[in-house]
């Protein structure tokens, strides 16, 4: 969907991620951005999932968001935004999981490399025809946060916001931040941090001073996004 008026500013890319993450980019993007989302769908071109409907929905997808950018608006700066270590976890239960091959459908350096290569090849491809950034992965929280909220306010009195140690996220997201650095040396896109402004003495924020900034786990709402609208403002003329 089109976002704001005016010019086109800028395009944001990826999965749910990038919904949840619009109103941050247009409160200070001056101009129009295209949000091109597909939730549960990671930056890859070449992959399958343990939901194959769903893997050949998000191959298509990408295909079709890739053929625009060269044939329509090459030129227009790309956000990437994806939740990768959903799509990296091995759980049973996750129908998002990927995998490149069937004996590598368990946690594996093979599994992780090959993600990595794909991730790498499919970004550059992008930065082919567009200036491209990639976001890098939000801060995910152990539970739903309004939930955990109302929970907590049952059981203690004296009020202490809800946060995860840094060193928690830099364990999840090791390869999707080794992946980003590889693909920042092997094309000279960009990144941007969310984690500076999410995160403070060594914990990231679930909530702040009794906001939640999450509308469940992993998805920001508006005190999220305000927190982490400094993020972008170097993507674009001041308002």
């Not at 500013?9 to 989302?37: C, E, K, M, R």
């Not at 916001?161 to 960009?190: F, M, Q, W």
């Amino acid at each position: 969907c089109r976002l704001g008026t005016g010019d086109l500013a800028v395009i944001l890319l990826g999965d749910n991620h990038a919904q949840a993450t619009a109103a941050a980019v247009q409160s200070v993007n001056p101009g129009s951005a295209l949000l091109w989302a597909l939730g549960g769908c990671p930056t890859l071109r070449q992959f399958s999932m343990q939901d194959r409907e769903q893997a050949d929905n998000c191959r298509a997808f990408n295909e079709s968001r890739l053929r625009l950018l060269r044939e329509t608006y090459p030129g227009v700066p790309v956000l990437l935004f994806s939740r990768t270590a959903l799509y990296l976890d091995q759980s049973a239960s996750n129908r998002f999981r990927v995998y490149f091959d069937e004996a590598l459908q368990t946690p594996s350096g093979s599994l992780n490399d090959q993600f990595t290569t794909e991730f790498v090849n499919t970004v550059c491809a992008i930065a082919k025809s567009n200036p491209t950034t990639i976001v890098k992965p939000l801060p995910e929280m152990p539970f739903n946060i309004y939930k955990g909220l109302h929970l907590k306010s049952h059981f203690f009195s004296a009020p202490s916001d809800i946060a995860i140690p840094i060193s928690d996220y830099h364990a999840r997201n090791a390869t999707a931040l080794k992946a980003i650095a590889k693909t920042e040396a092997a094309c000279g896109v960009g990144s941007l941090d969310p984690t500076s402004y999410l995160c403070r003495n060594d914990l990231c924020l679930g909530t702040k001073n009794g906001t939640p900034l999450y509308f469940d786990d992993n998805h920001l709402v508006d005190a999220g996004n305000l927190l982490l609208r400094d993020l972008f403002t170097g993507l674009f003329p001041r308002k």
